[in-house]
């Protein structure tokens, strides 16, 4: 289930820089749920370019990532918000100065990422 949601973020980041056509092959594949045999005969091609076509495309969607760091970023952040509103939570229960440090010291991080 990691692997789909990756995916599906490294598409959604990243998918803009891929050609239209790795776009569209992409899309039917993962997304839209097409067999490779359906989109070779829908492109008018064999299974095995569609195959070599949607592994370079993770390639380069992998690249992407690893120069940029987009999905990362989003997921470091996604994870300093969620223990944000832990914080908030427990403030809102305690009404503590320490946790009101907490959750400063937190935003603080997450806007320097």
Request: charged share 35%; no cysteine.
């Amino acid at each position: 289930m990691q692997d789909i949601a990756r995916r599906s973020l490294l598409f959604d980041f990243y998918g803009q820089l891929l050609t239209k056509k790795q776009q569209e092959i992409y899309d039917l594949y993962f997304q839209q749920d097409l067999s490779l045999g359906e989109i070779a005969e829908l492109h008018r091609v064999s299974r095995q370019a569609i195959y070599d076509l949607l592994r370079r495309t993770e390639e380069t969607l992998e690249e992407y990532e690893n120069k940029l760091g987009l999905v990362r970023k989003h997921n470091d952040n996604t994870e300093i918000l969620k223990q944000v509103q832990e914080r908030l939570e427990s403030i809102q229960e305690k009404y503590g100065a320490y946790e009101i440090r907490e959750v400063y010291a937190l935003l603080k991080k997450m806007a320097e990422a």
